[in-house]
């Protein structure tokens, strides 16, 4: 098993643990830590793993993060 994959199931457990906490702005500030350092880390899967592991990696912060996509997804056909 690859350091980056390590990694990315740290990170995994590391969002699931930061969601079960009390939150008095619903997790928002939480969520962009978690985004800024998922991101690097969604690159770094790809390049050591490839593209399957990177997608499978997605997928499962996407069901972490469910609201920002949510509101990014919103945002995205507002603007198109």
Not at 4 to 9: K, R
Not at 42 to 57: M, R, S
């Amino acid at each position: 098993m690859s350091w980056s994959f390590v990694a990315g199931l740290i990170w995994l457990v590391v969002a699931n643990v930061i969601g079960l906490l009390p939150s008095k702005d619903y997790h928002w500030r939480n969520a962009y830590g978690l985004i800024a350092v998922g991101l690097p880390l969604l690159a770094w899967i790809l390049y050591a793993n490839g593209p399957w592991w990177g997608l499978a990696f997605l997928a499962a912060a996407g069901s972490v993060l469910r609201w920002p996509v949510v509101y990014f997804w919103r945002w995205l056909r507002r603007a198109l």
